[in-house]
């Protein structure tokens, strides 16, 4: 009897496991289908935190509104700092401000050019972003 119940629980548990990880998945093949811009932010900000997400708004307006519009480019925000945040700020691999953009299932990384090029020089930061995001 212990050995048909351990059974049973060890099926329910791999079920479970399985649907999970089909979710999980299809999640993943949205996200490969479409362009996504992340921005990921403490709570508090500098300038330069503040200037990368403008220019990248700047340059999704200005260059690629109509697959905004679509829905084939997506912005996403977060506050790395937030609960609610944890598990992508861990799968995305960042520590705090961050600019990361997931294009074909292929994940770059802009973050030290918006460092550098925010403030002082945006369109060395613009062009970088639209050199990703073009077709």
Partial sequence: MKTIKSFAFFLIAFFICLVG???????EKVEKEKTVVYYFHNT???????????ETKKVL?????ESV??????FKAYNAEEAEN?????KMNVTGSALIIVKDGEKYDLT????????KQPEKLRKALWEILVD
């Avoid at 300038?47 to 403008?54: D, F, L, N």
């Avoid at 944890?86 to 861990?90: C, F, G, I, T």
């Fill in 21 to 27: 990880n089909a979710n999980s998945g299809a999640i």
């Fill in 44 to 54: 508090r900000r500098c300038p330069t935190c503040m200037a990368i997400e403008k």
């Fill in 61 to 65: 307006e200005d260059s690629f509104a």
């Fill in 69 to 74: 519009g679509k829905g084939d480019i997506v």
């Fill in 86 to 90: 944890r598990e992508l700020v861990k």
């Fill in 112 to 119: 030290s050019k918006g460092f550098m090029y925010a403030l």
